[in-house]
Nanobody, 118 residues
Framework: QVQLVESGGGSVQAGGSLRLSCVASGYTYRRLPMAWFRQAPGKERDRVAQIDSNGMRTYADSVRGRFTISQDNAKSTLYLQMNSLKPEDTAMYYC????????????WGQGTQVTVSS
């Protein structure tokens, strides 16, 4: 069973930066498709960034150019570097993984809160 634990959330002013981390454990290592999602109060959970098992990265239009997703395979850790943060980035951020590219997002972390003030 894959376990995901996020950290790095917090409160920042608009224009600031944060780096989220997600440590994965509980499986025989291989590169899994992984992603960051976020959910603001009263809104649906949206995918922010994704990194596939081949290393290809994709981003939501709202964060492209400001956020960067990356992995440290030696540490089994997924990162989300968030720069030029805006108040509309305020949300609970979740790390997710799936066993295969064609499957649904099966594994989820508990979330870490990001609050951006104007």
């Amino acid at each position: 069973q894959v376990q995901l634990v996020e950290s790095g959330g917090g409160s920042v002013q608009a224009g600031g930066s944060l780096r989220l981390s997600c440590v994965a454990s509980g499986y025989t290592y291989r590169r899994l498709p992984m992603a960051w999602f976020r959910q603001a109060p009263g809104k649906e959970r949206d995918r922010v960034a994704q990194i596939d098992s081949n290393g290809m990265r994709t981003y939501a239009d709202s964060v492209r150019g400001r956020f960067t997703i990356s992995q440290d395979n030696a540490k089994s850790t997924l990162y989300l570097q968030m720069n030029s943060l805006k108040p509309e980035d305020t949300a609970m951020y979740y790390c997710a993984a799936k066993p295969f590219s064609a499957s649904g997002w099966t594994y989820w972390g508990q979330g870490t809160q990001v609050t951006v003030s104007s």
